[in-house]
């Protein structure tokens, strides 16, 4: 029994352990998620709407053996404090200022970005800022082409062209809802049944804190102006070169596969994957998409643990 024990400790301690820590940046008390060693390098998960870092539980472990992990809740997200005295205006540009501040908060100065729903326009809004920073990205349904917008947009389209009272409110009861959530978790899934349920289960509840449904609309509205800026993160593309690969829900009603394709127009080099699932990926495809990841990585010269590269 004390050899059976033995082995059991040995395999427990190969695995990474994910630790939770806050630091404060921008004047927010910002809550993050990371593994993996110290001096290894980066990799910088950012989640959408309307998740948080908990989304990244079973994939930050996978990945952790290589690189830093690290995986922050945005403003109006998680586990995420904003103080009410820090009259926080809830916009893209808002998010990326406080995720830069938080990178520059942990020393972060050189890594590659997952980018998921609201994690691309904050992380390419970061990466036009600093382009040298950037190893690599990818694009796990994380859309910058207007290609990529699918049908399930329309209500939110609608508020762009018609920000009224009336409209704002379709968005609460249609969107902002349980139902909705879990909709959004498992739609286009092959077996709905397989989605953990604490994901939509925590979205929801966090969803339903006061006052945080007045920052989801907020952030409905100021969406547009990430539409407005693809233009500028297809230069980015073009000029800075990012190794990218887009892997993609095909089932997603948000960001369709066009999205994924139209990478390829600025990045003809960018490898593009589909995966037989909806919006949330990483819920039925986790292991495939870290596998996919480190193959990437390996193939485009990333910086890997085992290169013993410092991020910094």
Do not use: C
Not at 168 to 195: C, D, F, M, S
Not at 239 to 255: T, V
């Amino acid at each position: 029994m004390s050899q059976t024990l033995s082995r059991r400790t040995i395999n427990a301690d190969s695995v990474p352990v994910t630790s939770v820590h806050k630091v404060e940046a921008d004047g927010i008390r910002v809550f993050y998620r990371s593994a993996g060693d110290a001096d290894a390098p980066v990799l910088l998960l950012l989640h959408g709407f309307p998740a948080s870092s908990f989304m990244f539980r079973d994939l930050i472990p996978r990945l952790a053996d290589e690189y830093r992990v690290i995986a922050p809740d945005l403003p109006g997200f998680g586990f995420t404090e904003v103080p009410e005295a820090r009259k926080y205006l809830y916009t893209f540009d808002a998010l990326t200022g406080t995720l830069e501040a938080f990178t520059d908060a942990l020393g972060l100065h050189r890594y590659a970005i997952y980018i998921f729903d609201y994690g691309a326009p904050t992380g390419l809004r970061l990466a036009t800022r600093h382009p040298e920073r950037v190893t690599a990205i990818v694009s796990q349904n994380g859309n910058a082409y207007e290609e990529g917008l699918g049908d399930a947009w329309g209500p939110i389209r609608k508020y762009w062209s018609e920000p009224t009272a009336d409209n704002r409110e379709v968005l609460r009861k249609n969107i902002l809802t349980p139902e909705a959530t879990r909709w959004q978790y498992t739609h286009g899934v092959t077996n709905p049944e397989a989605v953990a349920p604490e994901s939509y289960t925590l979205d929801a509840a966090l969803l339903d804190r006061p006052g945080n449904k007045e920052i989801q609309l907020d952030l409905f509205l100021d969406y547009a102006s990430n539409v407005k800026l693809y233009p500028k993160f297809q230069e980015y593309f073009r000029q800075a070169k990012p190794p990218l690969l887009a892997i993609w829900g095909r089932n997603d009603p948000f960001f369709i596969p066009a999205g994924a394709e139209a990478f390829r127009k600025d990045l003809p080099d960018a490898q593009v994957r589909f995966l037989d699932t909806g919006h949330f990926a990483i819920e039925t495809h986790g292991a495939e998409i870290a596998v996919a990841m480190k193959e990437f990585f390996d193939a485009r010269g990333v910086p890997g643990a085992r290169e013993k590269v410092a991020s910094r």
